[in-house]
């Protein structure tokens, strides 16, 4: 991806990840747009960053996301990155047992649906720009689950799959790249952010910019907390890797 220069649209830019992608994005020396669906959230972040600007999306609505396309097409033309952040995760206990699915179709819905619904509706944009570039964020959980987010697990491993096949089809036309971050303290579950086992946010995101300003940004930006699931199953450990991260497996 290019360095610096670039207007950079990211999903989820009221907290976590989005937020801090966003405003180092910015200080070095892109243009960024923020969009989710609490806007007070995505003000906060853009507060004292110049070239930092707020839309509202809900991308779990095809109706909000032709609307934010419209307004990219209109207000911000030259805007040549798309970063898919957006997200949720639900925790649905064992699956051992008849159950309500309400989570698991919400889950599809917006980290599925959503980041598949966004990139078509700007694809005929950003083919159209110079130095075009589609970041998915996807999950150390792509690659090794989480048997109590089993649904996550699964959209993760599709997003990470739906991204190898952009990446084919979109060559030489819009650089298509992975970040698979390892499990970070933010709001992304309850209680999460305070959870000392888990990497700081600022620490993942100085290792991803240090990544992205490299002369060529690598298609799966990875750090080492995540890594060891990235190769699990070429390494031949993929059960006890399964086992390690699930505690009550390990048990
Ligand atoms: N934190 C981790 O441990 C971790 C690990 C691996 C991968 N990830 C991935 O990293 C991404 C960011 O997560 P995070 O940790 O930064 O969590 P977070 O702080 O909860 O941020 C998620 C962001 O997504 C936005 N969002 C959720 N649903 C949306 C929708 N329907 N439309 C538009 N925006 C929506 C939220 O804003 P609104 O609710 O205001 O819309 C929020 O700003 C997610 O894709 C997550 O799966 C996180």
Redesign the pocket.
């Known amino acids: 991806m290019k360095k610096s220069g670039n207007t950079i649209i990211i999903?989820?830019?009221?907290?976590?990840?989005?937020r801090l992608l966003a405003q180092r994005l910015h200080d070095a020396g892109n243009s960024v747009i923020i969009?989710?669906?609490?806007t007070a959230?995505l003000a906060q972040t853009a507060q004292g960053y110049a070239n930092m600007h707020t839309l509202p999306?809900?991308?779990?609505d095809p109706a909000s996301i032709d609307a934010f396309a419209q307004r990219i097409a209109s207000h911000f033309p030259q805007a040549n990155v798309l970063i898919n952040?957006?997200?949720?995760?639900r925790m649905e206990g064992t699956l051992a047992s008849k159950r309500d699915l309400a989570d698991a179709e919400e889950s599809v819905t917006?980290?599925l649906l959503?980041p598949i619904r966004l990139t078509n509706a700007l694809i005929d944009h950003l083919v159209a720009q110079p130095d075009a570039a589609l970041v998915n964020?996807?999950?150390?959980?792509a690659f090794v689950p989480l048997v109590i987010a089993p649904t996550y697990s699964a959209i993760?491993a599709g997003i990470h799959n739906y991204t190898v096949s952009l990446r084919a089809v979109l060559k030489d036309k819009v650089e298509v790249i992975e970040i698979a971050?390892?499990?970070?303290r933010?709001?992304?579950t309850p209680g999460?952010e305070n959870n000392e086992r888990?990497m700081p946010p600022e620490v993942f995101i100085d290792q991803v910019m240090e990544q992205m300003q490299r002369d060529q940004t690598p298609t799966e930006v990875l750090v080492e907390e995540v890594d060891f699931m990235r190769r699990a199953e070429k390494e031949d450990r993929f059960e006890e890797t399964v086992a390690a991260i699930n505690p009550f497996l390990a048990n």
């Open positions: 999903t989820g830019g009221g907290s976590g990840i989005g969009a989710s669906r609490d959230a999306l809900d991308q779990t952040n957006a997200g949720i995760m917006n980290n959503g964020v996807t999950s150390g959980l993760k971050p390892p499990a970070l933010t709001t992304l999460q888990f």
